[in-house]
């Protein structure tokens, strides 16, 4: 059996088949959600989906089959190269849309998903492999400089652009990153209270004054104030209606010689549905509210499913960070968990009112290619962190110390 086969075969193919599961679910969302649609270009979505998904797997298996530790010399020219883009983004580029993308040629692709992926490797280099190097990194305070370093210069060119939720995301996987790097918990502790004192400041100066009026809109929703219905309040109220007149089943499941207005709509073209009838924007249907339009076709049982099917794989990425052999396949996985909780947390809170809108994509479900791509890629070095597990490396495991190597570090251990 050759190695690669071996490779192939040690896959951990429990997740690969929820992922799966999630690609196919969000690439059916996506044509039902525009199938009704005639003579516009959100027709075709979902065969360039389909396209971004091909493209993905070639990033997923090359990442996989390749050994995850030579992150440890590519990691710092992607980041750079990341960050280049990121400026040229913001200074020249060429914006598509209300958000900060990047075209070249007939390609556009949103540089800060790059930088946040290229971020998450750099980092774990940081705070995983500098103490093998020297002494000196074993101190906390210099891995947290650098790292905080790292993380600071491409969540301010974001927040720049601006985007605020890719700018949280920074936050959620640097916090997580920093726990499982061994960084002090005192450390810690003082930036969470740093981070706490700047909100005030953050929300007065740093935000944009629609930023604001999300977060106000969400506040008065929450506690029943009077809103805007017809501005600032009009897609969260009309979520909350699609997702809430769904009811168990959803609207997609009713016998067709029922019309009655007390049942639900009885099929997927049937002008009850709040997602077709326009009052959600159409261009964000299949991208940031995907959720609403699944919640509101398949109800409650197709929205749990979906969340289930989120928590199984985030399951199985804990167990495989579990067995990970050394600290850089853990921190490894662990930004791709903080990556993906977070991206479904804010995503489904937003469509619930259980946060304000913040724009940020369902993993693996909404359209948009650069974002399937880079979760792919990252999924594929979480894949290789399990595959390599129980490779022959050229150093010793953190968990064991292979027998025939322990002369080599003390004598004294030989007669243990």
């Given at each position: 059996?050759?190695?690669?086969?071996?490779?192939?075969?040690?896959?951990?193919?429990?997740?690969?088949?929820?992922?799966?599961?999630?690609?196919?679910?969000?690439?059916?969302?996506?044509?039902?959600?525009?199938?009704?649609?005639?003579g516009?270009?959100?027709?075709?979505k979902?065969?360039?989906?389909?396209?971004?998904?091909?493209?993905?797997?070639?990033?997923?298996?090359?990442?996989?089959?390749?050994?995850?530790?030579?992150?440890?010399?590519?990691?710092?020219?992607?980041?750079?190269?990341?960050?280049?883009?990121?400026?040229?983004?913001?200074?020249?580029?060429?914006?598509?849309?209300?958000?900060?993308?990047?075209?070249?040629?007939?390609?556009?692709?949103?540089?800060?998903?790059?930088?946040?992926?290229s971020?998450?490797?750099?980092?774990?280099?940081?705070?995983?492999?500098?103490?093998?190097?020297?002494?000196?990194?074993?101190?906390?305070?210099?891995?947290?400089?650098?790292?905080?370093?790292?993380?600071?210069?491409?969540?301010?060119?974001?927040?720049?652009?601006?985007?605020?939720?890719?700018?949280?995301?920074?936050?959620?996987?640097?916090?997580?990153?920093?726990?499982?790097?061994?960084?002090?918990?005192?450390?810690?502790?003082?930036?969470?209270?740093?981070?706490?004192?700047a909100?005030?400041?953050?929300?007065?100066?740093?935000?944009?004054?629609?930023?604001?009026?999300?977060?106000?809109?969400?506040?008065?929703?929450?506690?029943?104030?009077?809103?805007?219905?017809l501005?600032?309040?009009?897609?969260?109220?009309?979520?909350?209606?699609?997702?809430?007149?769904?009811?168990?089943?959803?609207?997609?499941?009713?016998?067709?010689?029922?019309?009655?207005?007390?049942?639900?709509?009885?099929?997927?073209?049937?002008?009850?549905?709040?997602?077709?009838?326009?009052f959600?924007?159409?261009?964000?249907?299949?991208?940031?509210?995907?959720?609403?339009?699944?919640?509101?076709?398949y109800?409650?049982?197709?929205?749990?499913?979906?969340i289930?099917?989120?928590?199984?794989?985030?399951?199985?990425?804990?167990y495989?960070?579990?067995?990970?052999?050394?600290?850089?396949?853990?921190?490894?996985?662990?930004?791709c968990?903080?990556?993906?909780?977070?991206?479904?947390?804010?995503?489904?809170?937003?469509?619930?009112?259980?946060?304000?809108?913040?724009?940020l994509?369902?993993?693996?479900?909404?359209?948009?290619?650069?974002?399937?791509?880079?979760?792919?890629?990252?999924?594929?070095?979480c894949?290789?962190?399990?595959?390599?597990?129980?490779?022959?490396?050229?150093?010793?495991?953190?968990?064991?110390?292979?027998?025939?190597?322990?002369?080599?570090?003390?004598?004294?251990?030989?007669?243990?």
């Open positions: 059996m050759t190695p690669l086969f071996r490779k192939l075969l040690g896959i951990n193919w429990l997740l690969m088949s929820v992922v799966a599961v999630l690609l196919i679910f969000g690439v059916y969302s996506i044509h039902s959600a525009t199938n009704h649609l005639t516009d270009n959100l027709t075709t979902w065969n360039k989906q389909i396209i971004s998904i091909g493209i993905g797997l070639v990033f997923f298996f090359a990442a996989t089959l390749i050994d995850y530790r030579w992150i440890r010399w590519g990691a710092l020219p992607m980041y750079v190269v990341s960050i280049i883009l990121l400026l040229s983004t913001n200074h020249g580029g060429d914006k598509v849309g209300a958000e900060s993308w990047l075209r070249i040629g007939p390609i556009s692709f949103q540089p800060s998903q790059l930088a946040l992926v971020g998450i490797l750099l980092l774990s280099v940081i705070l995983g492999e500098l103490p093998k190097i020297h002494k000196i990194f074993e101190s906390s305070f210099i891995r947290l400089s650098i790292a905080g370093i790292v993380a600071t210069v491409p969540c301010l060119i974001i927040l720049a652009e601006p985007d605020l939720g890719s700018a949280m995301v920074w936050l959620a996987v640097l916090m997580l990153m920093l726990v499982m790097g061994k960084i002090l918990l005192r450390y810690i502790i003082v930036i969470v209270e740093i981070g706490l004192i909100l005030p400041i953050l929300y007065f100066f740093g935000l944009k004054d629609y930023q604001k009026e999300r977060i106000e809109t969400w506040l008065n929703m929450l506690n029943d104030r009077p809103v805007d219905e501005g600032s309040a009009w897609v969260p109220k009309h979520n909350l209606i699609a997702i809430g007149s769904a009811g168990y089943a959803g609207k997609i499941h009713t016998d067709p010689e029922n019309t009655s207005l007390t049942a639900n709509p009885v099929t997927i073209d049937n002008p009850k549905l709040v997602t077709q009838m326009g959600i924007p159409k261009n964000v249907a299949i991208n940031d509210f995907i959720f609403v339009t699944i919640a509101e076709r109800g409650f049982r197709g929205a749990t499913l979906l289930v099917l989120f928590a199984v794989s985030l399951l199985l990425l804990l495989m960070g579990y067995r990970a052999r050394d600290s850089l396949g853990k921190l490894i996985i662990a930004g968990i903080a990556q993906l909780f977070f991206h479904v947390f804010m995503n489904i809170g937003m469509c619930v009112l259980l946060v304000p809108i913040t724009g994509p369902l993993p693996f479900i909404s359209y948009g290619g650069t974002f399937i791509l880079m979760m792919l890629f990252m999924l594929g070095m894949q290789s962190v399990w595959v390599h597990r129980t490779h022959s490396l050229d150093e010793p495991d953190d968990r064991k110390l292979r027998q025939d190597e322990l002369p080599l570090i003390h004598p004294a251990l030989t007669r243990i």
